[in-house]
């Protein structure tokens, strides 16, 4: 069968990605919950310190406990990507370890989000600056390499996610935009701080609650 790789996906360029930064995933969740990601599948980058994803999906479809499209993708990702593993959610073979992670992040990669598991997590779970979420931990390893696509429509999550499209996480969760709802919302993500900013100054201003949220009495 093989591994099938399709071309890199055009996706938001750098200053669009990063306008994108300062919006927490709950916010964007506000405007899109449609396009949140499986809350089941969560960040094990250990420490209490912010955690921050964001960048362009490279979108690796898997059929466990076959991992050939994962190795494939080693070669074909490039620096700011988010390597997205669909792996069905099939849990009972980790996708990606300390090895292929340690490499991916070498090379400049984002992070990597796993609808499946993961193992090495003493390692892939201490690097502040590669983000790893995924479904579950486990140290059963991968069988087999030869199936799968990179660059191609993937179910995560459920969601759909296609290659270039943003990928965002923190410690609340994923989401994902197609390029063209990056672009389109990004105006009102940035209302909604301002909105909620005002929240809070109101709150410590010491006004009613009710007043501050405009609940009618």
């Known amino acids: 069968m093989g591994v099938k790789i ?29 396009q949140q990601i499986d809350p089941a599948i969560r960040p094990q980058t250990f420490g209490g310190n912010p955690l921050r994803l964001l960048g362009p999906a490279l979108t690796v479809e898997v059929t466990p406990p076959d991992f050939g499209a994962v190795i494939h993708a080693l070669d074909h ?47 892939l779970g201490n690097w502040p600056d590669f983000p790893v979420f995924s479904r579950s931990i486990t140290p059963r390893g991968p069988v087999g390499a030869g199936k799968g696509e990179i660059n191609g429509a993937v179910s995560f999550g459920g969601c759909t996610i296609n290659p270039g499209d943003l990928v965002m996480g923190d410690r609340d969760g994923l989401i994902a935009l197609s390029p063209e709802l990056a672009r389109a919302q990004l105006d009102d993500a940035r209302a909604k701080l301002v909105i909620e900013s005002d929240w809070i100054k109101g709150l410590r201003s010491g006004r009613p609650a009710t007043e501050v949220f405009g609940l009618k009495i």
């Open 6 to 34: 399709n071309a890199a996906a055009s996706t938001l360029a750098a200053e669009e990605i990063e306008a994108w930064r300062e919006i927490a995933v709950s916010i964007a969740v506000d405007l899109l919950p449609e």
């Open 77 to 123: 990702v490039r620096a700011g990507d988010v390597v997205v593993i669909a792996a069905g959610g099939q849990i009972d073979n980790a996708m990606i370890g300390e090895i292929l992670g340690g490499h991916l992040r070498e090379k400049g990669c984002a992070g990597v989000v796993v609808d499946g598991a993961v193992r090495d997590i003493d390692v």
